[in-house]
C-alpha cells in the first residue's frame, strides 16, 4: 500500500468516524489530492498562479496562495447556508495544480460512477507590472464524475422529451485591475484570517490554523456555527475555534473586488437546490448571481451574465415548483440569456425550450408552428453540431404532425402533414461532424423533477 | 492625431520599410519566430506592440503582461483540443504593412495554421487623450474578395499608466474574433464539407463578436469585414446544400432559414 493510499484510507475512516457536520474545509495538496466524498456541492480553489516572472510562474506564489485562502474561507462562510457543503483549498506549484488533473485525481480516488455531487473549481492567475496587479479568474462546474453529460433541464413534450442546456459551465472572467496596497492587504488579511480565535473576536486568544493539526492530520475541520463575519470550526483532533471568515481588502469586501465570487456562490447555490429545492437557498442563490450580473461590466461580460441569468431561471423553476409563474418568470430569464449571446445556440435552444413548454402546458394555446420551428431552426444554423437543439426540433416536428395533438399547433398554409412527415424521416439521415446523429437526447446525472 | 505626429510616425514607418527591404531578416515571422514552426494547431502571432517613450525594460514587462492577459483569453478556453488558439510571442518583429506579407510567405504561414498577425503602437498621451493604432492580418483570408489587413484606432482617455491601455487591449473580443473567422476560413480551404459544421459555428461567433466590437456604424474596413462575415456564412449554408459531400444538419434548414441568412447583406 503505498503512503497515499494509506492517506486515503486514515482519511476517508475518520470521516466516517466524525459527527456528520453538513459543511466543511480542508487544505489539501494538490499532488494528492482529498476531499469530503459525501458532500452535496464542493468548491475547489486552486492557488492563483503568479505570472510576474518566469520563476514566479512555475513556483507557488505566496500572494496566489494566500488570495485562494480568503476565496476559500470566505466562499465556505457564503455557502454555509446552503446545506451540505465544502470549500477546499489545493496547494501545490502550478504544475502541480492543473484543474482538470486534480479533478481527474479526485474522481479517480474518490468517485463513482453513479456519483450526483455537485463541484465548482476557481483557479486563476495574478499579473504584476510595475506597482500594479492584475487579478484573472476561471470558473468551471460539473457533477463529480468522469464524463458529466452537463447541466439540463428536461420538459415532457407530447410523448417525447425538450432538452436545453447552458450556454456554458466553463467561465473566463475579465482581468481584474488591483493595486499593489491590495495585495499587502490580502497577505495581512490572510494572515488575521488564518488564526483561530477562542471567541468570534479579534482581540481574543488565538493559534495558527495549521497548529490544529499535529502530527501531519489531515487539515480538514467542520464548520458547526456562523456568526457575522466568523465561523465556528472543528477539527479531527476535537481542538476548536473561531476563524475570521470574511475576506475583505482594505474597506472592501472581497467580493466587490472579485465580483465573479458572487457567480461562485451562486452556482453552488444551483448545485444545492437542485439537491434539495428550498426557497431559503434559492434566494440565497439568486441573490448572489443578481449581484454578480449587476456589477462592472468589464467582469459581468456576456457569457458569464447569461449563464448567471440561466442558473436564475432554473433556480426560479425549482423553488417555484415549476408553477406557470416560476415558467413565465424563467422564460424572460432564459430569453434574456439568449439575447446577450445571441450566436450561442444552446442559449437560444433553452430560451426556445422554456418558452414551447410554457405555451404547450397551457391546453387552450394553439403553437406557432413555423415561429417556433424557425428558432430551432436558428439554433441549429449558429451551430450545426449542437444535437441537443437537433433533437428538439426533431421531437417539435413528430409532436406537431401527431394526430393526437391536433389543433395544438397553428400551421401556415403550406405545410401539410406529408411535408412534416418528409423532414422528420430527413432528420434521421444526418451526420455531424461526418457521423451518424442518434437523434436521442443525454440525460442529466440528475434528472429534472417532472414539472406538475 | 495632430499632424506632427502622423508625419513623425510616417517618417518612422518609411525607414523601418527601407530597413525591412534591405535586412532580410525582418522579411517574415517564420524568420524571426522559430515557434511557428515547432506549435502545433492554430496560431496567432504576436509581434510587437510599441509603447510611446517607455523604456526597454518596462516594455518588455508590458509585453509580458500583454502575452499572459491574451495567452488567457485565447488558450485557456474550452475549445475541444484540435481547434484550440495558441499565441505565439514574436519578440523584436514589426510589420510594415502589406509588404511585409507578400502573397508566397502568407501563402506558406496559412499551411503552418498562422491565423492571425498583430502589432501596433500606443502614443504618448496627447490633450488628455491616447492614441493605440493596432494592426491585424487575418491571414487565410483571400486578397481578392475582401482586405486582411485590418487597423483600428482607439482612442481613450489618459489613464494612470501604460499596463491599464494593455488590460484594456486584452479585454478586447476583436483578437479573438479575427483568430475565428481566419480558422473558419481555412478549415473550409483545408478540410472541405467534414469542416462546415464548424466553420459555420465560428462564423456566427465571430459575427456576433465583431457586430459587438464595432458598435451601431462600423465604417469602412470594418463594415466589409462584417459583410465579408456575413457572406461567408450565406455561402456555406448554400454550399453545404448543394455538396453532395456533406450529409450534416445545415442541409436540412428551410429556404427561409437561409434566406434570412443570406438576407442580412451577405449574399454574394
Not at chain 1, 503505498?2 to 468516524?17: D, E, G, P
Not at chain 1, 426533431?394 to 400551421?411: I, K, L, M, P
Not at chain 2, 514587462?61 to 500583454?66: D, I
Amino acid at each position: 500500500m503505498t503512503l497515499r493510499h494509506r492517506w486515503l484510507v486514515v482519511a476517508s475512516v475518520s470521516f466516517c468516524l466524525l459527527p456528520r457536520l453538513s459543511y466543511a474545509g480542508m487544505m489539501t495538496p494538490c499532488s494528492a489530492p482529498s476531499m469530503f466524498p459525501g458532500t452535496a456541492v464542493t468548491v475547489f480553489v486552486f492557488p492563483y498562479v503568479d505570472h510576474t516572472s518566469v520563476e514566479s510562474a512555475q513556483s507557488e506564489s505566496v500572494v496566489g496562495t494566500d488570495l485562494a485562502g480568503l476565496i476559500q474561507t470566505d466562499t465556505l462562510l457564503a455557502i454555509s447556508r446552503m446545506g451540505s457543503v465544502a470549500a477546499i483549498r489545493l496547494l501545490g506549484t502550478p504544475r502541480q495544480c492543473q484543474p482538470a488533473q486534480v479533478l481527474a485525481d479526485l474522481i479517480s480516488a474518490f468517485g463513482s460512477r453513479d456519483s450526483r455531487n455537485g463541484i465548482v473549481m476557481v483557479w486563476g492567475r495574478i499579473f504584476k507590472v510595475d506597482n500594479e496587479l492584475y487579478v484573472q479568474s476561471y470558473a468551471s462546474f460539473q457533477r463529480f464524475r468522469v464524463q458529466d453529460p452537463g447541466e439540463m433541464i428536461e420538459l415532457p413534450f407530447g410523448g417525447s422529451t425538450l432538452v436545453g442546456r447552458l450556454a456554458s459551465q466553463t467561465i473566463a472572467f475579465a482581468p481584474r485591475h488591483v493595486s499593489s496596497a491590495d495585495l499587502e492587504q490580502i497577505k495581512a488579511r490572510y494572515a488575521q484570517a488564518n488564526i483561530v480565535h477562542d471567541r468570534p473576536d479579534e482581540a481574543s486568544a488565538g493559534k495558527p490554523l495549521l497548529t490544529m493539526f499535529p502530527n501531519a492530520q489531515r487539515p480538514a475541520y467542520y464548520l458547526t456555527e456562523t456568526r457575522g463575519d466568523w465561523i465556528h470550526i472543528r477539527a479531527q483532533s476535537g481542538q476548536d475555534g473561531w476563524l475570521l471568515a470574511r475576506a475583505m481588502v482594505g474597506d472592501e469586501l472581497l467580493t466587490s473586488r472579485l465580483p465573479e465570487m458572487k457567480f461562485v456562490e451562486g452556482v453552488a447555490g444551483y448545485f444545492s437546490v437542485r439537491a434539495s429545492p428550498g426557497e431559503a437557498t434559492a434566494a440565497i442563490a439568486s441573490k448572489a448571481l443578481t449581484t454578480f450580473e449587476e456589477g462592472p461590466s468589464s467582469v459581468a461580460a456576456d457569457e458569464p451574465r447569461a449563464v448567471s441569468k440561466q442558473l436564475r431561471g432554473l433556480i426560479r423553476l425549482l423553488a417555484g415548483q415549476q408553477s406557470d409563474a416560476a415558467f413565465g418568470d424563467a422564460s424572460a430569464l432564459f430569453a434574456e440569456a439568449a439575447r446577450l449571446v445571441p450566436s450561442n445556440a444552446a442559449a437560444g435552444n433553452l430560451a426556445t425550450v422554456a418558452a414551447l413548454y410554457r405555451d404547450w402546458r397551457n391546453r387552450e394555446a394553439t403553437i406557432d408552428f413555423e415561429a417556433t420551428a424557425n428558432r430551432f431552426w436558428e439554433s441549429i444554423g449558429n451551430d450545426p453540431t449542437d444535437q441537443t437543439a437537433l433533437t428538439n426540433c426533431w421531437t417539435f416536428f413528430n409532436v406537431a404532425r401527431s394526430a393526437e395533438f391536433e389543433g395544438r399547433f397553428r400551421f401556415p398554409d403550406k405545410v401539410g402533414v406529408n411535408e412534416l412527415a418528409a423532414k422528420a424521416q430527413a432528420f434521421k439521415t444526418v451526420e455531424v461532424n461526418g457521423k451518424s446523429v442518434a437523434l436521442v437526447q443525454a440525460k442529466p446525472v440528475v434528472p429534472w423533477p417532472q414539472p406538475q | 492625431m495632430t499632424s506632427g505626429r502622423i508625419a513623425g510616425r510616417a517618417l518612422r514607418l518609411l525607414a523601418v520599410a527601407i530597413a525591412a527591404l534591405v535586412l532580410p531578416t525582418l522579411a517574415s515571422a517564420q524568420a524571426v519566430c522559430a515557434d511557428i514552426n515547432s506549435v502545433p494547431g492554430f496560431k496567432i502571432v504576436l509581434d510587437d506592440i510599441q509603447f510611446a517613450a517607455t523604456p526597454p525594460d518596462d516594455q518588455k514587462l508590458l509585453m509580458q503582461l500583454l502575452i499572459s492577459h491574451l495567452g488567457s483569453r485565447l488558450e485557456d478556453l474550452p475549445d475541444p483540443a484540435s481547434s484550440r488558439y495558441h499565441l505565439v510571442p514574436c519578440p523584436g518583429r514589426i510589420p510594415v504593412g502589406e509588404a511585409s506579407f507578400p502573397p508566397l510567405t502568407v501563402r506558406d504561414l496559412v499551411t503552418r495554421d498562422v491565423l492571425l498577425e498583430v502589432w501596433g503602437d500606443v502614443f504618448r498621451p496627447s490633450g488628455g487623450k491616447q492614441l493605440v493604432a493596432i494592426n491585424y492580418v487575418m491571414m487565410p483570408l483571400p486578397r481578392d474578395t475582401v482586405n486582411p489587413f485590418l487597423q483600428r484606432q482607439y482612442e481613450r482617455k489618459v489613464v494612470s499608466s501604460p499596463d491599464e491601455v494593455v488590460e484594456w487591449l486584452a479585454g478586447f473580443d476583436e483578437i479573438s474574433a479575427y483568430a475565428t473567422v481566419g480558422r473558419a476560413i481555412r478549415m473550409i480551404d483545408s478540410q472541405g464539407a467534414p469542416a462546415y459544421d464548424s466553420a459555420k459555428a465560428d462564423l456566427a461567433r465571430a459575427a456576433q463578436a465583431l457586430g459587438r466590437a464595432y458598435g451601431a456604424h462600423p465604417v469602412g474596413a470594418q463594415k466589409q469585414l462584417l459583410d465579408y462575415v456575413d457572406a461567408q456564412q450565406c455561402a456555406l449554408l448554400q454550399r453545404a446544400r448543394s455538396d453532395v459531400a456533406y450529409k450534416g444538419t445545415m442541409r436540412l434548414l428551410p429556404q427561409a432559414t437561409v434566406d434570412r441568412t443570406c438576407g442580412s447583406g451577405g449574399n454574394q
